[in-house]
């Protein structure tokens, strides 16, 4: 079968398209013969090398993924060769006390497809039989793909985390990325408010004709935090949803009002910030950390997508074997939404 995999790692020479053997399901275990595949920055990641990840053979690289059932394996009575189904990239135990209580993705033993475990980017891939939920019809494949880590990661973020309600105004940072877009769309569909930053004023440009209330150039700005404030009436934003890390972190403390609340789940500008403690305390902030989501976050988002007909905003779409052209380009920030890969 064709894959896109790398054996060694490094820069975007290191990414392969090439065969290797066809995955066969052990128990509790499906085949999927893949349709589509979308991009995310853990694959360049991976791709770069991270620490306590090894390479012992030939390692495929990616997390979503839509298909259709192939095969299935011993003990799986819940789907059926043939059924169209989306795929939650995060794998837990399903036995431990966090499982048990439904917190899947802060189990000890989580783990991510196309990082810890194997990929979606082949023709023919091995996926837990909890992990599929159903492809919403309204979607084609290479949408259907892009739906799962950015959005189940951004759901996560607002609904469970920040416990984001209807009416508040969420600081979105680096919009053009999966989450941030993702966010964005959940956000106005709950019926927030969206401020958003970016260093491109196209992209900011994009994302008003989205639904966003307003955007700022943090690379223009000489204090994007205060204009924040500025454009929410000196109040401040509820929420600060940050999938850059340590570049961003500062502007979301002086963009939120007292009380509010900051998830982070992403380190692309560095993973060590500076926190001034007494701003925490002083104005209540609450800053939380957040990783992929939980079988129910996943149930919850599939339903309310194919409820409100809601479609991921996708880039571009490349063939399996433009796999390191499409990593490129997310690499580069050239992209403004998903990039997918039909297989």
């Known amino acids: ?20 053997p066809e995955p066969e399901p052990g128990r509790g275990e499906v085949r999927i013969a893949v349709k589509a595949g979308a991009l995310n920055h853990l694959d360049i990641w991976v791709r770069k090398g991270r620490p306590g990840l090894e390479l012992k053979k030939a390692h495929v690289l990616g997390s979503d993924a839509a298909g259709v059932v192939d095969k299935i394996g011993e003990g799986v009575t819940t789907l059926n060769v043939g059924d169209e189904v989306v795929v939650n990239p995060g794998v837990s135990c399903m036995t431990c006390e966090f499982c048990r209580r439904g917190d899947h993705s802060e189990c000890p033993s989580f783990k991510l497809l196309g990082f810890q475990l194997e990929g979606m980017y082949a023709e023919k891939v091995l996926v837990p039989a909890c992990n599929l939920g159903p492809k919403p019809k309204h979607l084609n494949w290479e949408e259907a793909a892009a739906l799962n880590l950015s959005h ?4 996560r973020m607002l609904f469970t985390r920040a416990r984001f309600k209807a009416g ?3 600081l979105l940072h680096g919009i053009g990325g999966g989450v941030a877009l993702a966010a964005l ?34 690379k223009t700005s000489s204090d994007p935090g205060a204009d924040v404030k500025k ?3 000196g109040r401040g934003a509820d929420i600060a949803i940050d999938s850059a890390g340590a570049a961003t972190l500062p502007v979301s403390f002086a963009a939120l009002r007292r009380g509010g609340r900051i998830v982070t789940c992403g380190v692309t500008s560095g993973p060590e910030a500076k926190i001034n403690i007494q701003m925490l305390y002083w104005n209540h902030i609450s800053f ?19 409820h409100t007909q809601l479609r991921p905003i996708m880039d571009r779409v490349f063939p399996l074997r433009d ?10 920030g050239e992209q403004f939404g998903k990039i997918a890969l039909t297989v």
Request: hydrophobic share 45%; charged share 25%; proline share 0%.
């Open 1 to 20: 079968m064709r894959a896109v995999f790398i054996k060694d790692f490094g820069g975007n020479e290191k990414v392969q398209v090439g065969e290797l």
């Open 152 to 155: 189940i990661t951004a759901w």
């Open 168 to 170: 508040e105004t969420v």
């Open 185 to 218: 769309q959940l956000v106005k569909l709950m019926g927030g408010e969206a401020i958003v930053t970016s260093s491109s004023d196209e992209k900011l440009a994009r994302a008003k004709e989205l639904g966003a209330a307003a955007g700022v150039n943090y």
């Open 231 to 233: 454009l929410t009436g």
């Open 288 to 306: 939380m950390g957040s990783t992929m989501g939980s079988h129910e976050d996943h149930r919850a988002l599939l339903r309310a997508v194919s």
């Open 323 to 332: 796999a390191a052209q499409a990593l490129a380009r997310m690499e580069a």
